[in-house]
């Protein structure tokens, strides 16, 4: 492989883990806090927070990214196998993400009791999932518009990184990432917001695993949010190319990013833009996204999967990597999907 998908592959997944664990100590807390806690920044994964995680526990942004990737190893396993080559067999993976979340939202989970609720979860994540839970139709079970949280944006990126089918067109696999990404948001978050935000990060991620130059790989989201006829997307992304993160991180939000606890998947969308835009190495802009305070488990974790994307997962730092929770099945689920999709 002339540009190393596989480490770019798993620097996406990893840098979304290690964003969301180094983020989850601060959860809630406020720029002016964070700066008399951390003053240079928190650089290690020490757990705590306001849910007293372990160093390194996933928490929902990690856990529902491990929903979706196991639908995509789901599919590449069905593929492969003879169940595919029935007459009109087809594999559903909207459902199967919904699954996957249900299970979690059940606790059918690693480190949970059968029947125990997850330690947070987020709003319309709930509404969504508690919808699926009644009717089993993953596309009727949407929180509805309105509710524009980051929890859709926060899970997409696996999409990005294994919807690449090697005997068709780049239009059609462009095609199907965007609708894939998109119905995927909807199970819980169908507000056009979430649904375009997903597909635009996802085709950033897509674009940067793929070997494209940074500046170029942004425009790829802006694209297709204008394809998509989302001014609100295409705006978040071209602030986010205005915005300084290590001024964020130095003087605080202030009047620029209101509210910093809302949750706002535009709010997140235009962090991680910034982010990937900082030319610095990953270790410090991931601290400084997380130095800005707020959401940080959910902006560290959004932020850390375009990172990684961009910078391959050799330039996460030691460690961080070996206090992540879903280290191994990540890496090992991530090369398995590439192996059988015959890239590997
Ligand atoms: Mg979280």
């Not at 406020?30 to 007293?52: A, E, K, M, V």
């Amino acid at each position: 492989m002339p540009h190393n998908r596989l480490s770019h592959t798993l620097g996406a997944l990893l840098g979304l883990h290690a964003g969301d664990s180094l983020g989850a100590t601060l959860e809630f807390l406020p720029w002016s806090q964070i700066q008399t806690l951390h003053p240079t920044g928190l650089r290690s994964i020490i757990g705590g927070g306001p849910f007293s995680w372990t160093p390194g526990h996933a928490t929902d942004d990690t856990d529902l990214t491990r929903a979706v990737l196991l639908s995509y190893l789901d599919y590449e396993n069905w593929w492969n196998s003879s169940d595919s080559k029935a007459p009109g067999a087809s594999f559903d993976i909207t459902k199967s993400c919904a699954d996957h979340s249900l299970s979690w939202l059940e606790g059918r989970w690693p480190d949970r009791d059968p029947g125990s609720g997850p330690r947070d979860i987020g709003g319309a994540t709930y509404t969504g999932l508690a919808n699926y839970q009644k009717s089993g139709d993953p596309r009727k079970c949407g929180a509805g518009n309105g509710r524009a949280g980051n929890g859709s944006l926060m899970r997409c990126v696996p999409t990005a990184l294994f919807v690449y089918d090697v005997k068709s067109t780049t239009t059609e696999e462009r095609k199907r990432r965007v609708r894939e990404s998109m119905e995927i948001s909807s199970i819980t978050h169908n507000d056009v917001r979430c649904t375009v935000a997903c597909a635009a990060y996802n085709e950033i991620v897509a674009a940067l695993v793929g070997g494209m130059e940074v500046v170029k790989a942004v425009g790829e989201g802006k694209r297709v949010a204008d394809e998509l006829d989302c001014p609100a997307v295409f705006k978040a992304i071209e602030k986010g190319e205005a915005t300084s993160v290590v001024r964020l991180a130095k003087y605080g939000p202030g009047d620029e990013f209101p509210d910093q606890t809302s949750g706002f998947v535009l709010q997140s969308l235009t962090l991680a833009v910034a982010a990937v835009l900082d030319v610095r190495p990953l270790e410090d802009v991931l601290v400084d996204v997380v130095r800005i305070g707020g959401d940080t488990d959910t902006n560290g974790a959004i932020a850390g999967g375009l990172l990684g994307a961009r910078d391959g997962v050799e330039k996460i730092p030691k460690k961080w990597l070996e206090k992540l929770q879903f280290r191994e099945e990540f890496e090992t689920a991530a090369k398995r999907i590439l192996e059988l999709q015959g890239r590997l």
